[in-house]
């Protein structure tokens, strides 16, 4: 709880902040700034008059205790002996479950206190959360309005998960082969027999081996009219089937009456001619080796996979050509095909609390070499709560029933005042040639999508826990939302492979401080209408001393930096407030 003379301090520092800053502005920004730094130092008589700088005992005391005052001058404690003192300790002791606690760990020769045990936890939880309890501000610890304490376990879960990456697998043609029968063809006038193809043939021949020589004369020579017939050499006859052929020549052959001749003719005899038929195909076929032949293509995809995994898409790896497959020339459009599936698991780690954090992961399931499944190792927190007599508030709180009477607080006027008091002093830090006023930076970072790290969550930036693959700018900036430094701008596909989006970035204005994106969120963007860009194209840039003239700066809501304001307070100490009240009503 912060005390009058705390937050004077704060004052007193942001207001020479101030001065000091207007001492370096040139003359333009002077003027530009000096309406809202009256206005500025005129916060100090609304926050505070001269009668609540005084300090009175009677804040401390409630209406009901009329003696409260008089026991603060001169506590019971200070007329007993020194007996009575340790026999009242002795009494509450034993009194108090948390004394017996500690004292029981000594008993069993325990050195140190454990800090998991519960009744430890517990005892503790008052003293980390008593800023809370004393302004009547529940959290995850103390629930004011229930009265009740609770302490957090991590618990250690695992569930399983999809990755969703691709399983590409390779598909490719296989040809087997099919027979047809063969057909035999011959010429018009031959005669089909079996795979040949004959004919009847006039043979004949003509030499001095193969002729017909026919003898004859006129007048008185006595020349025979006959045919010979050669053939080969040999004499045959008629009744064999030769005749005569061609007629070639004709020679005189001397008589002693008259004149003679040997005409020559060609021997002929009838043959068969024999020749191979043709042989064809059906259409389709291929005559290949005396057998028609061709190939049915089927094709097999070369990675076995689970049913769970289905085809997504599929690409031409090895385009049309023309190939000699089982020996017959064979065209396809593609020879080869990338096949990608996608593989279907269930997701355990939806049944888990939002909370829950993820401390490591490894595969837990293949297919063809890619990751499909992966097992998660888990923190979940498990609230365990304990009905005590907790009772919060400003004006008073108790622990225990042990109950205290608090100061007054001071009003939220003070905060706002104070708050845009520090606003116009860091302002006054950016002035310069040219203004660099509340000034921010584009950071981007990659959004979680087929395989990429989600360097773009909200939160668990404080560990390296799944957060390898991101670079520093995405750490920087992860650590920068969680202190409320940005304002996000929205996001955009980073890279498109088909058409399709396989990675998007996230886009946020990074500020130095929560008064500068406050500023330039309700003042520039919400009040003037200022772009600060694009997803794509950040423009993050500075105010100028004009425009943060015109924003109304009682209309901004400070709320969000309040708790940085009093945490960087200087509280006075125990022993100094006491020094004090001592001077200020010593008799």
Request: with cysteine.
């Amino acid at each position: 709880m912060n005390s009058p003379f705390s937050l004077l301090f704060v004052f007193l520092s942001f207001s020479a902040a101030l001065l000091l800053s207007l001492h370096t502005l040139a003359a333009p920004q002077e003027n530009t700034f000096y309406d809202n730094v009256e206005w500025a130092k005129n916060t100090p008589n609304e926050a505070y008059n001269d009668s609540e700088m005084t300090l009175n005992l009677s804040d401390f005391c409630s209406d009901n205790n009329p003696g409260c005052e008089s026991k603060i001058r001169q506590p019971d404690e200070a007329g007993m002996t020194d007996a009575q003192i340790t026999n009242q300790s002795t009494l509450e002791f034993g009194r108090n479950e948390h004394a017996q606690a500690i004292q029981e760990g000594f008993n069993n020769n325990s050195a140190t206190i454990d800090p998991n045990d519960d009744t430890y936890r517990f005892a503790t939880l008052g003293i980390e959360n008593a800023y809370e309890i004393s302004h009547g501000q529940s959290n995850q610890y103390v629930d004011c309005d229930n009265a009740t304490q609770c302490i957090i376990d991590n618990i250690a879960k695992q569930c399983h998960q999809p990755t969703h990456n691709l399983v590409p697998c390779d598909k490719v043609p296989v040809a087997s082969v099919v027979t047809s029968k063969v057909i035999y063809r011959c010429p018009t006038g031959w005669t089909k027999q079996g795979i040949d193809c004959q004919r009847p043939l006039q043979q004949c021949r003509y030499d001095n081996h193969n002729y017909v020589s026919q003898l004859g004369g006129h007048g008185g020579c006595s020349l025979p009219d006959i045919a010979t017939y050669l053939w080969d050499g040999k004499r045959v006859s008629p009744n064999q089937g030769f005749t005569f052929g061609a007629f070639k020549k004709t020679d005189n052959v001397g008589c002693h009456r008259g004149t003679g001749w040997d005409k020559r003719y060609q021997i002929c005899r009838p043959t068969i001619q024999t020749m191979k038929a043709t042989l064809s195909c059906l259409d389709g076929f291929t005559l290949s080796g005396g057998n028609c032949i061709k190939n049915t293509i089927t094709w097999r995809t070369q990675c076995r996979l689970m049913n769970s995994c289905n085809v997504t898409h599929q690409q031409c790896i090895e385009g049309r050509a023309t190939r000699t497959i089982n020996g017959i020339p064979t065209t396809l459009d593609c020879w080869k095909f990338r096949v990608d599936h996608q593989c279907t698991q269930p997701n355990t780690c939806n049944v888990l609390p939002a909370d829950c954090t993820t401390t490591s992961t490894h595969c837990s399931l293949q297919q063809n070499g890619v990751c499909i499944e992966e097992k998660v190792n888990k923190s979940c927190p498990q609230r365990r709560c304990s009905a005590t007599q907790l009772t919060c508030g400003e004006e008073s709180f108790c622990l225990d029933g042990d109950c205290f009477e608090a100061m007054e607080t001071t009003s939220n006027r003070f905060n706002e005042s104070t708050s845009a008091l520090a606003a116009l002093a860091e302002a006054a830090d950016g002035l310069g040639d040219p203004p660099m006023i509340f000034t921010g930076k584009g950071m981007k970072c990659t959004d979680a999508a087929l395989g990429f790290a989600d360097c773009c969550k909200d939160g668990g930036w404080g560990t390296s826990i799944g957060v390898a693959q991101c670079n520093d700018e995405e750490k920087a900036l992860g650590q920068a939302k969680e202190q409320g430094l940005t304002i996000a701008l929205g996001s955009y596909c980073a890279e498109k492979v088909l058409g399709a989006c396989i990675r998007k970035k996230k886009t946020y204005c990074v500020f130095d401080s929560k008064l500068a994106r406050i500023i330039q969120e309700q003042g520039s963007k919400g009040q003037l209408g200022i772009s600060l860009g694009t997803a794509k194209h950040p423009i993050c840039g500075a105010i100028t001393p004009e425009q943060l003239q015109n924003i109304d700066f009682e209309r901004l809501d400070f709320s969000d930096f309040y708790d940085d304001m009093h945490r960087n307070t200087n509280l006075p100490s125990a022993k100094e407030i006491q020094e004090r009240l001592q001077s200020a009503y010593r008799p």
